[in-house]
T-cell receptor
Framework: DAMVIQNPRYQVTQFGKPVTLSCSQT?????MYWYQQKSSQAPKLLFH???????NEADTPDNFQSRRPNTSFCFLDIRSPGLGDTAMYLC????????????????FGPGTRLTVL | GDSVTQMEGPVTLSEEAFLTINCTYT??????LFWYVQYPGEGLQLLLK?????DKGSNKGFEATYRKETTSFHLEKGSVQVSDSAVYFC??????????????FGKGTLLTVNP
């Protein structure tokens, strides 16, 4: 089945130790998103790739970076995790075709639960 | 700017009870509207969607109708089951501008269904 896969599902890191989260998709979607979701809150968009173009949200800290080496893969790098970065990180994808309206359903992966100690 | 307001939870019901979770939105233009469900420890799954006014989205016994006149997209189910216990998010796409594919989420409503 076509899907969005995230690895690892659980990650524990130490304060200040860089960490990379991985997302892959078999849907051949052109847009990939990274969200941060803290406990009992809505997902918050960090950034997204529209094809190869990186789009950062205005309030995303510089500590968060992303790479998309090809259509299928996208990585979230946290350069120096702080305790406040403990959260679920969700990857999502969608197929966007400009001019065809706003019906752009997003498909989510299962998430990576990150704990910073 | 665009926003989504949904009923604050938690909502606790007995099995077979009727469910309504209210959702209203503000948007310029004509957004698409979504309900996503999140089971404990998992990512979000699309539950249903509607892309234009008066459309009704439905799935697994859940329904929601896109009401442009009241800017609402309330989620309903006639008879809930224990397995429906989850967090429900209402969302819309930003309807104008170059980034009209981004989602704006409500804060989520935790539903607990007791046997």
């Amino acid at each position: 089945d076509a899907m969005v896969i995230q690895n690892p599902r659980y990650q524990v890191t130490q304060f200040g130790k860089p960490v990379t989260l991985s997302c892959s998709q078999t849907l051949n979607h052109n847009v990939m998103y990274w969200y941060q979701q803290k406990s009992s809150q809505a997902p918050k968009l960090l950034f997204h790739y529209y094809d190869k173009d990186f789009n950062n949200e205005a309030d995303t800290p510089d500590n968060f970076q992303s790479r998309r080496p090809n259509t299928s893969f996208c990585f979230l790098d946290i350069r120096s995790p702080g305790l406040g970065d403990t959260a679920m990180y969700l990857c999502a994808t969608s197929r966007v075709e400009q001019g065809l309206g706003a019906d752009n359903e997003q498909f989510f992966g299962p998430g990576t639960r990150l704990t910073v100690l | 700017g665009d926003s989504v307001t949904q009923m604050e939870g938690p909502v606790t019901l007995s099995e077979e009870a009727f469910l309504t979770i209210n959702c209203t939105y503000t948007a310029t233009g004509y957004p698409s509207l979504f309900w996503y469900v999140q089971y404990p420890g998992e990512g979000l799954q699309l539950l249903l969607k509607a892309t234009k006014a008066d459309d009704k989205g439905s799935n697994k016994g859940f329904e929601a109708t896109y009401r442009k006149e009241t800017t609402s997209f309330h989620l309903e189910k006639g008879s809930v089951q224990v397995s429906d216990s989850a967090v429900y998010f209402c969302a819309n796409t930003r309807a104008v501008g170059g980034s009209n594919y981004k989602l704006t989420f409500g804060k989520g409503t935790l539903l607990t269904v007791n046997p």
